[in-house]
């Protein structure tokens, strides 16, 4: 049995549509971001970077891990499916995954901070992170031209770029340029592993109503000013 700790982001998704594609066995430790759990010394001790997720695998010796594409690698590896075995599929799937980490993922998220919750518009900031994730979608949407998935089959890459991409609006990004990356993102959301695993820990709506989105900014707001992020 696989212990996740998580919370409703991208990155927790990254975690729990992995392991609902893979059919393992796990429980859910919701981790409250506002009440700054990611940072207690219990969580620390699994995660010493105090952010969300992390997982801790019963069967192995209550072995931890953290990071969310070291959880990914980590649980296909051990299931033996979505990472190739042969070294040059194996290095495409990686290269994919860490295309998202390094650039997918951090330029969304800093898209967010300035788009959405910092308390002043900084609109030279907000337009360059914007325009990188603009671009890294133009990069995905090239190689999805002529690639039914990022790396061959399905596989943990298609699931960690998707986790972010399906979220481009909240980014204030445009995915009407991005044919191909919107066939790609339709395809994934109908699959039934990815549907129940962005339903974990709670199921938040694709769309808010604006007290929905005032209420999500504060908190937000709130945990940057308090550094509880």
């Known amino acids: ?9 991208p990155n ?10 893979l059919e393992l066995p796990y429980t859910v430790k ?14 620390l001790a699994i995660n010493p970077n105090g952010r969300i997720p992390a997982i801790v ?10 990071e969310s594409g070291a959880i990914m ?21 990686l290269q994919w995954l860490m295309f998202q980490m390094g650039g997918i993922g951090p330029m969304m998220g800093q898209a967010n901070v300035f788009f959405r919750y910092w308390p002043e518009k900084i609109q030279s900031v907000i337009d360059r992170y914007q ?33 972010w991409v399906r979220t481009y609006a909240w980014s204030g ?9 919107q066939r790609w993102m339709d395809a994934i959301t109908v699959r ?6 962005v339903r974990i820990p709670v199921d938040r709506p694709s769309v808010r109503t604006p007290e929905e989105q005032e209420a999500f900014v504060k908190a937000a707001q709130s945990m940057l000013q308090t550094g509880k992020n």
């Open 192 to 197: 039934p592993g990815a549907d129940r695993g």
């Open 173 to 181: 990004i445009e995915i009407e340029p991005f044919p191909h990356v």
């Open 57 to 66: 695998d019963r069967a192995a010796g209550d072995f931890a891990v953290f």
């Open 73 to 93: 690698v980590y649980l296909a590896e051990k299931a033996g499916r979505l990472l190739p075995t042969d070294t040059k599929g194996r290095s495409l799937v």
């Open 131 to 163: 325009g990188e994730g603009t671009r890294l979608f133009g990069v995905l949407n090239s190689r999805l031209a002529d690639h039914e998935y990022l790396a061959g089959d399905y596989s943990i890459a298609d699931i960690a770029n998707w986790c």
């Open 1 to 9: 049995m696989i212990d996740l700790y998580t919370s409703a982001t």
């Open 12 to 21: 927790g998704w990254k975690a729990s549509v992995t392991l609902e594609e």
């Open 30 to 43: 919701a981790i409250s971001l506002q009440a700054a759990e990611q940072k207690t010394p219990e969580f």
